[in-house]
C-alpha cells in the first residue's frame, strides 16, 4: 500500500497594487516577453524566498544560509558562551576553514590590497540549520585547547585545526526546511539534498507598463526656515500593478523520501507550504508601497501522474473586462484552461482538486468550492495523503 497522490500543483491568482516587489540590478521592474507583450514579472527565487521565511515561521525551524558561518560562530562564542574575542574569532575562522569548501580571507575595507586574518568567507554558501551553528560552537568548545595554540588563518592555503570529518557532518544536518526546499552543497561529500519543491516565476496575465515615479524629500530644517527652495533629495523609481499568476508544485515523493517515514511531518511541512505560497509577498519597497494583498483565488490540484503548469492559459493577454480590472476575467480563464486540460489529458491523473477565492460559484473546473484557504488545505491533504493502492479511485 502506498499514497496514490505523488504532485500537489498550487495555482494562485492575485492583485497586486503599485508596487516593485522585485528589482533587477538598476532596480528596475523584472519583466518578460509573453505572447508578444510585456509583462511584469517577479522571480521564483524572489517569491521562493518569501514563502522560506513564512514557512520557517509556520513550522518552528529555521535555516542559515551564509559564506559567513565562521563568523556567525563566533558572536555565538562571545555573546552567548563568554569567550574572549580574539579566541572566539579565531576559533570561527577555522570552523570555517575545517570543510572542503574552499574560502577566502575578507578585504580590509580601508585597504582592499590586504585581507583580515580569520575573517573567513567560504566561496560556497553554507546551507545549514539555524540549529547547526550552536553544534559548531561546541565543536569549538570541544577542543578548546587545541584552538588556544593554533595558528591564526590568514591565507586560503592555511589548515584549520578541527577535525574536517566533524565539521562536514554538521554541515550535512538538514530540517523541514532543507527537506523541502533542497541544498546544493557540492563541495561537501553527501550534503546535497534533492527539493521537492518547484516554483515558477510569477508573471501577469495581462499586458503592463512600468512608470517612474518622480519623488522628492523635503529637507525639515529648510522647511522650517525658508531660506533656501528646493528639496533636500530628487530621485525616481519604477514600479508597476497586475494581476499575477503563480504556480508551484511539491513531488511528495521526494519529500517523504527526504524526511524518511513520517506521516505526520510530511503533512506539517506540505500544509506549512501551501499556506505559506498563498499568503507570502516579497518585501521590497514594502515600507513605501504596503502592497499586502491576499489572493483572489488558490486553486490545489492534488495528481497522480505528472504536475501541470497553467501559464499557458495567459499566454493570449487577458483583457481588462467591461467594468475593468483583470482579476475577473483571470480567475474564468484560469478555469476554462483547467476544463480544456482535464479533457486533453482525462482527470484518471486527478486524486483530487478544489479552490476557494472571492468568487462564489461559476469554477467548477478547479473542483469543489471551499470557504476558505484554510479548509482548501485541509481537505486537500486529507485526500493527498491517505493511504491507498496506487491507481486506485479517489
Given at each position: ?118 575573517k573567513v568567507l567560504t566561496n560556497a554558501m553554507v546551507y545549514v540549520p539555524e540549529t547547526a551553528v550552536a553544534e559548531l560552537a561546541g565543536l569549538a568548545e570541544e577542543h578548546r585547547q587545541v584552538l588556544e595554540t593554533a595558528k ?243
Amino acid at each position: 500500500m502506498a499514497m496514490a497522490a505523488r504532485f500537489i500543483d498550487i495555482h494562485i491568482i492575485q492583485s497586486i497594487p503599485f508596487a516593485n516587489l522585485n528589482r533587477d540590478d538598476t532596480n528596475s521592474v523584472k519583466t518578460v516577453q509573453y505572447g508578444n507583450v510585456l509583462r511584469t514579472r517577479v522571480s521564483s527565487q524572489s517569491w521562493k524566498r518569501a514563502v522560506r521565511n513564512l514557512f520557517e515561521d509556520r513550522i518552528g525551524q529555521a535555516a542559515l544560509r551564509t559564506r559567513r558561518i565562521g563568523e556567525r560562530v563566533t558572536r555565538l562564542l562571545t555573546e552567548d558562551r563568554g569567550w574572549p574575542l580574539g579566541l572566539a574569532e579565531k576559533s570561527g575562522a577555522h570552523v570555517a576553514a575545517a570543510s572542503s569548501i574552499k574560502f577566502e580571507l575578507a578585504k580590509d575595507p580601508k585597504d582592499t590590497k590586504q585581507t583580515i586574518p580569520n575573517k573567513v568567507l567560504t566561496n560556497a554558501m553554507v546551507y545549514v540549520p539555524e540549529t547547526a551553528v550552536a553544534e559548531l560552537a561546541g565543536l569549538a568548545e570541544e577542543h578548546r585547547q587545541v584552538l588556544e595554540t593554533a595558528k591564526d588563518i590568514k591565507k586560503p592555503s592555511d589548515k584549520s585545526a578541527l577535525p574536517t570529518d566533524r565539521v562536514e557532518r554538521v554541515l550535512r544536518t538538514r530540517n523541514g526546511v532543507i527537506n523541502l526546499f533542497g541544498r546544493m552543497l557540492a563541495e561537501v561529500d553527501n550534503a546535497g539534498v534533492d527539493g521537492a519543491v518547484q516554483v515558477a516565476h510569477a508573471l501577469t496575465t495581462h499586458e503592463t507598463d512600468v512608470e517612474l515615479d518622480y519623488f522628492s524629500a523635503v529637507d525639515d530644517v529648510t522647511a522650517a526656515w525658508g531660506d533656501q527652495t528646493g528639496s533636500g533629495h530628487m530621485g525616481h523609481t519604477e514600479f508597476s500593478a497586475g494581476t499575477f499568476y503563480r504556480y508551484a508544485t511539491i513531488d511528495l515523493r521526494d519529500l517523504a523520501r527526504n524526511i524518511g517515514d513520517n506521516p505526520d511531518e510530511l503533512r506539517e511541512l506540505t500544509a506549512a507550504f501551501l499556506d505559506a505560497f498563498i499568503l507570502s509577498l516579497p518585501q521590497a519597497k514594502k515600507n513605501s508601497t504596503a502592497p499586502h494583498t491576499i489572493p483572489d483565488l488558490a486553486h490545489i490540484c492534488v495528481r497522480t501522474d505528472r504536475p501541470l503548469s497553467y501559464a499557458a492559459a495567459f499566454e493570449a493577454p487577458v483583457a481588462a473586462s467591461g467594468q475593468g480590472g483583470y482579476a475577473s476575467l483571470s480567475r474564468t480563464t484560469l478555469a476554462d484552461y483547467a476544463e480544456t486540460a482535464n479533457r486533453l489529458l482525462s482527470t484518471n491523473g486527478i486524486l483530487t482538486s478544489g479552490w476557494a477565492g472571492v468568487d462564489d460559484k461559476g469554477l467548477d473546473a478547479l473542483g469543489t468550492r471551499h470557504t476558505s484557504f484554510t479548509a482548501l488545505i485541509d481537505a486537500t491533504l486529507d485526500s493527498a495523503l491517505t493511504t491507498q493502492p496506487v491507481g486506485g479511485a479517489a
